[in-house]
T-cell receptor, first 112, second 112 residues
Framework: DVKVTQSSRYLVKRTGEKVFLECVQD?????MFWYRQDPGLGLRLIYF???????EKGDIPEGYSVSREKKERFSLILESASTNQTSMYLC???????????FGSGTRLTVV | QKEVEQDPGPLSVPEGAIVSLNCTYS??????FMWYRQYSRKGPELLMY????GNKEDGRFTAQVDKSSKYISLFIRDSQPSDSATYLC????????????FGKGTMLLVSP
């Protein structure tokens, strides 16, 4: 069964900390995505990557960066965590010729 | 006008009811249409995928697309308590190099 695995289900970090959220997929997918999901706001795209070492800004990239050194791994970095980054973070992947995304189970991040 | 509109609900129905979930959109370039189901504290999972206009059936689920009205629907027959989840519509203009645009989701509650 194909999988997108996010390293942590729940994470609590302090304001100002540098936070790394890891995502690994085992489907050899070219495209990978990071979203955050908040009540009333839905899914909002932070960053995405079409291939290794490539990255594109989504709708809300401010305060975030990403890294894609290997095809299977896409990392989201919160440079200096703030309380307004408390959210559910979802990673997804898609093959280059595909349409639908496969999502991970999400990481619920709380910044205190 | 938002690109994709979806009533947030909640929509409460008794077990066995026929459920209709809907989205409207404004971008006439959308060609690929999807429905995702998201259980509480989980990532979304792809439920149905259709291309352009028409119907697609999979078991108790039927997806309909009316591009002339910019309106898509998901019907669930013989609804079950296990169908209780949030349903998100999603759409894109072409494959491979476009990102999905999501609705905010409709919460469905099916009572026994």
């Amino acid at each position: 069964d194909v999988k997108v695995t996010q390293s942590s289900r729940y994470l609590v970090k302090r304001t100002g900390e540098k936070v790394f959220l890891e995502c690994v997929q085992d489907m050899d997918h070219e495209n990978m995505f990071w979203y955050r999901q908040d009540p009333g706001l839905g899914l909002r795209l932070i960053y995405f990557s079409y291939d290794v070492k490539m990255k594109e800004k989504g709708d809300i990239p401010e305060g975030y960066s990403v890294s894609r050194e290997k095809k299977e791994r896409f990392s989201l970095i919160l440079e200096s965590a703030s309380t307004n980054q408390t959210s559910m973070y979802l990673c997804a992947s898609r093959s280059g010729q595909g349409h639908g995304y496969t999502f991970g189970s999400g990481t619920r991040l709380t910044v205190v | 006008q938002k690109e994709v509109e979806q009533d947030p609900g909640p929509l409460s129905v008794p077990e066995g009811a026929i459920v209709s979930l809907n989205c409207t959109y404004s971008n006439s370039a959308f060609q690929y249409f999807m429905w995702y189901r998201q259980y509480s504290r989980k990532g979304p999972e792809l439920l149905m995928y259709t291309y352009s206009s028409g119907n697609k059936e999979d078991g108790r689920f039927t997806a309909q697309v009316d591009k002339s009205s910019k309106y898509i629907s998901l019907f669930i027959r013989d609804s079950q308590p296990s169908d209780s989840a949030t349903y998100l519509c999603a759409m894109s203009s072409n494959s491979g190099y476009s990102t999905l645009t999501f609705g905010k989701g409709t919460m469905l509650l099916v009572s026994p």
